[in-house]
């Protein structure tokens, strides 16, 4: 088993305040190069939130340990999934037709180059992962 990693990335603001909130324990990213193992880390490294450009990682408010990660298509989110992802459509009480429609909107919304739109079907990463204490501001 290899050490575990601490890996800076980024989220909006919604994906996290629904972190924080404890709501979103899931996150999809799209797949750059399918022979590459997964960007976002695997089982035990941990995923710090990179606010600001030159924010260091001692200053992140959000800190997650990764669960479990898989490859699938984006649209193939699960009603489960949907829910993982925290509610970033902030639409709480929509069914779950309407939750995916809102959250192919809102993945719209976050993804703009060429490929990685909801209608394009991209292959995406999805990390499973649950929030760690942060460490004590210096």
Same mark, same amino acid.
């Given at each position: 088993?290899?050490?575990?990693?601490?890996?800076?990335?980024?989220?909006?603001? +919604?994906?996290?305040?629904?972190? &924080? $909130?404890?709501?979103?324990?899931?996150? #999809?990213?799209?797949?750059? =190069?399918?022979? @590459?193992?997964?960007?976002?880390?695997?089982?035990?490294?941990?995923?710090?939130?990179?606010?600001?450009?030159?924010?260091?990682?001692?200053?992140?408010?959000?800190?997650?340990?990764?669960?479990?990660?898989?490859?699938?298509?984006?649209? +193939?989110?699960?009603?489960?999934? &949907? $829910?993982?992802?925290?509610?970033?459509? #902030?639409?709480?009480?929509? =069914?779950?037709? @309407?939750?995916?429609?809102?959250?192919?909107?809102?993945?719209?919304?976050?993804?703009?180059?060429?490929?990685?739109?909801?209608?394009?079907?991209?292959?995406?990463?999805?990390?499973?992962?649950?929030?760690?204490?942060?460490?004590?501001?210096?």
């Amino acid at each position: 088993m290899s050490t575990p990693r601490e890996i800076a990335v980024t989220f909006t603001d +919604a994906c996290a305040q629904s972190i &924080l $909130a404890g709501r979103k324990t899931q996150a #999809r990213r799209v797949v750059r =190069d399918p022979a @590459e193992a997964c960007p976002f880390g695997e089982p035990g490294d941990r995923l710090w939130l990179r606010e600001t450009t030159e924010m260091t990682r001692e200053r992140a408010r959000v800190v997650v340990e990764v669960e479990g990660v898989r490859r699938e298509p984006l649209q +193939a989110i699960s009603d489960q999934d &949907l $829910a993982a992802e925290g509610d970033v459509t #902030r639409e709480p009480f929509a =069914d779950a037709e @309407e939750r995916r429609q809102l959250f192919a909107s809102w993945w719209n919304g976050v993804h703009h180059r060429p490929g990685t739109k909801w209608a394009d079907a991209p292959e995406v990463w999805v990390v499973r992962f649950q929030p760690v204490a942060p460490p004590a501001f210096r």
